[in-house]
């Protein structure tokens, strides 16, 4: 089974900047990163192939986050900038199934998950 581990959450002021990490233990397909604030459903952020190619993004943080890989370290991050107190949520990294190179915005097609990181952001 497929381990996903993230990093990088924390509180932060707006406007400020913070990345999050996601490792994986295993291979994985594409990798993708969603998020959920309190009282709302889980909704996706981005997602990228492990070449790095053609990300896909949410309209919401198009030309704020930044979603990358290293395959050599199988990491996956995501570089935040610009962050507004509506970023307030928690964050988590998710992978498909190994075989898998389509990108995907629908969370049923994720069937790897961390347990996630919090990412609050002050006015």
């Known amino acids: 089974q497929v381990q996903l581990k993230e990093s990088g959450g924390g509180l932060v002021q707006a406007g400020a900047s913070l990345r999050l990490s996601c490792t994986t233990s295993?291979?994985?397909?594409?990798m993708g990163w969603f998020r959920q604030a309190p009282g709302k459903g889980r909704e996706f952020v981005a997602a990228v192939t492990w070449s790095g190619g053609s990300p896909i993004y949410a309209d919401f943080v198009k030309g704020r986050f930044t979603i990358s890989t290293d395959g050599a370290l199988n990491t996956v991050s995501l570089q935040m900038d610009s962050l507004k107190p509506e970023d307030t949520a928690v964050y988590y990294c998710?992978?498909?199934?190994?075989?898998?190179?389509?990108?995907?915005?629908?969370?049923?097609?994720?069937?790897?998950w961390g347990q996630g990181t919090q990412v609050t952001v002050s006015s």
């Open positions: 295993g291979r994985t397909g594409t």
């Open positions: 998710a992978g498909r199934g190994s075989r898998v190179t389509v990108l995907s915005r629908e969370r049923s097609q994720y069937i790897y």
